[in-house]
């Protein structure tokens, strides 16, 4: 076996020394230092590189062992032999000595090295360095003309099957773009009822222009593959050749890592998803079995199931969201966390008005004012409840006009009810009517009873009752009061009632009509429709009385 040896440089132990050119005087003699090495070194390992040992690796450095140390100097003198090497610098240390080719440390000989040897330190150094130095000489040598050729040949393959591709991809296209031309004529085209967004020739045109961009990325990506392969075949190019790799590989390699990493984020947040999902279906099942009856809880209306429900749903799901955020991608970065504050402004900002009607829409469902389908009436709107939400209550008016009302303007007003006691008791519908006091009250109570109960939509019982609200100076006010369990045709049985009225009086003989009207009466008719009046019936002539004079006239 044979080992280049070379004499021993003086070299103190000044940082920064340099051994340039020691290829020049590196002498071949025998083995005998590094047999005397292997002999002094108890652990060994001997450094080899292409069949020949360049020096002995006396031992251990820290928790590398010799063998390790032996393994990592062959695998840098490899490395170094594509790259020129001028000199190799010896740096020294109190206690070792590093061996050091342009940025690359080749070794590090240590004191525990140089007693294990049984020679200085500086000497072991300037030994090994010219020794490596001149290993990496003589390998990078000997790979300069077989790297060259080796390179040639395979850029001339390499290009060879990049050419192949080309010329198969410029047969190939054509024969696509012709294929998608004959879609020209039964491609279907794009529409959203009669309006026709794309038609088929647009269609088979904006086709054809994607299978060219196909074309163009797959040309892109064949010379891309083929300029950094070509430049890894030469080993002066080969750092460049790395650095065109490394603006796909580092990218690529950044966002696997990245997505390895957040693995057990997707998982948490799976797992978050599927318990919140789950319980909100237990949660749905058991107010489902309240709102049905099937389930009973005492002072629990089951009318508050629904909103109960959806209450606790939206308490749900924001707790699952505050626990899910921190496991989201990027919500540690500064943009989420400036879009999260915006938000938050935003939503303070703007929110006021909506938390207000949120509480007012929780009130009033636990206050029980009104259930859907309620005849009730809020501020100046009148009509039947058809909607209710945690913000607006929607009303239907007797004119179908739908009116969405804020739910905090509802509880901030009186709201009437017609719908809530009709059902048990009765909603007592009541009109005023004024009639004078030539009239006996009697026969105004039989009047105005009789015309209730012949109304439609009025009780029999309880029996309709009249109230006389006021003694005025030239009339009394009666008030009919009758009962009725359909407060949804309300107006319509107040137009009934007025109507019977009408009617019953006028068959009754009497004037609905004030004082006022009567004071003056003289030499008209009644008021009376003919039709209620007796074929005997004429018109009274003005009263005409004689008054005595003073003799004057």
Do not use: C
Not at 253 to 272: C, S
Not at 527 to 543: D, G, H, T
Request: hydrophobic share 50%; no cysteine; charged share 15%.
């Amino acid at each position: 076996m044979r080992i280049a040896m070379v004499g021993l440089l003086a070299v103190g132990t000044l940082a920064g020394a340099v051994v340039p050119g020691l290829a020049a005087s590196v002498a071949q003699p025998g083995l005998s230092l590094a047999e005397q090495d292997t002999a002094r070194a108890g652990t060994s390992a001997p450094v080899v590189v292409r069949g020949d040992t360049v020096l002995i690796v006396p031992g251990r450095l820290g928790s590398f062992s010799a063998a390790e140390r032996a393994a990592a100097i062959v695998d840098r003198v490899r490395r170094l032999s594509s790259t020129r090497v001028d000199s190799v610098q010896l740096v020294v240390a109190p206690t070792s000595t590093d061996l050091l080719a342009g940025e690359v440390i080749l070794m590090t000989v240590t004191d525990a090295d140089a007693a294990a040897l049984g020679r200085p330190r500086a000497e072991i150094s300037a030994d090994f360095a010219a020794r490596l130095y001149a290993e990496v000489r003589r390998v990078s040598k000997a790979q300069t003309i077989k790297t060259v050729a080796l390179g040639v040949l395979y850029t001339l393959l390499a290009s060879g099957v990049l050419v192949f591709l080309l010329v198969g991809l410029g047969r190939v296209f054509p024969r696509a773009y012709a294929y998608v031309e004959t879609w020209r004529s039964r491609m279907p085209s794009i529409r959203i009822q009669t309006l026709e967004l794309l038609s088929a020739s647009m269609l088979t045109d904006a086709l054809i222009t994607a299978v060219r961009f196909v074309r163009i990325g797959i040309v892109i990506v064949l010379f891309y593959v083929y300029l950094p392969l070509v430049l890894s075949f030469f080993p002066w190019t080969q750092p460049l050749s790395n650095r065109l790799v490394g603006y796909v590989t580092t990218p690529l390699r950044q966002i696997g890592t990245g997505f390895l990493n957040y693995v057990p984020n997707i998982f948490f947040i799976g797992v978050i998803v599927l318990v919140t999902w789950y319980v909100l279906k237990a949660i749905r099942f058991v107010f489902g079995a309240v709102e049905r009856g099937n389930v009973t809880i005492a002072g629990f209306d089951r009318e508050w199931a629904d909103p109960t429900y959806k209450i606790v749903q939206f308490l749900v799901m924001a707790f699952a969201l505050v626990v899910l955020f921190p496991y989201l991608p990027g919500a540690d970065s500064d943009a989420f966390k400036g879009i999260s504050l915006f938000v938050g402004v935003l939503f303070s900002l703007g929110s006021s008005s909506a938390i207000a009607n949120v509480v007012a829409g929780v009130v009033l469902t636990y206050t029980r004012a009104f259930n859907i389908g309620d005849r009730i009436t809020v501020g100046e709107t009148t009509g039947d409840v058809i909607a209710k939400s945690l913000l607006v209550t929607r009303v239907r008016t007797i004119k179908n006009v739908d009116v969405t009302v804020p739910n905090a303007m509802v509880l901030s007003s009186h709201i009437k009810n017609y719908s809530a006691a009709a059902g048990s008791d009765g909603l007592i519908l009541h009109t005023t009517i004024t009639i004078g006091y030539d009239v006996p009250w009697k026969r105004v109570h039989e009047l105005l009873i009789a015309a209730a109960k012949a109304t439609p939509g009025i009780l029999a019982t309880p029996v309709p009752f009249v109230l006389q609200s006021s003694l005025d100076d030239y009339y009394v006010s009666y008030q009919i009061n009758a009962y009725t369990n359909k407060p949804a045709i309300m107006a319509l049985t107040y137009g009934l009632l007025h109507a019977g009225i009408q009617d019953k009086f006028n068959e009754g003989g009497v004037e609905i009509m004030s004082p006022h009207y009567q004071s003056l009466r003289d030499g008209n008719q009644t008021a009376i429709p003919a039709s209620y009046l007796s074929s005997e019936y004429a018109v009274p002539p003005f009263r005409v009385r004689h008054v005595e004079g003073d003799g004057r006239s």
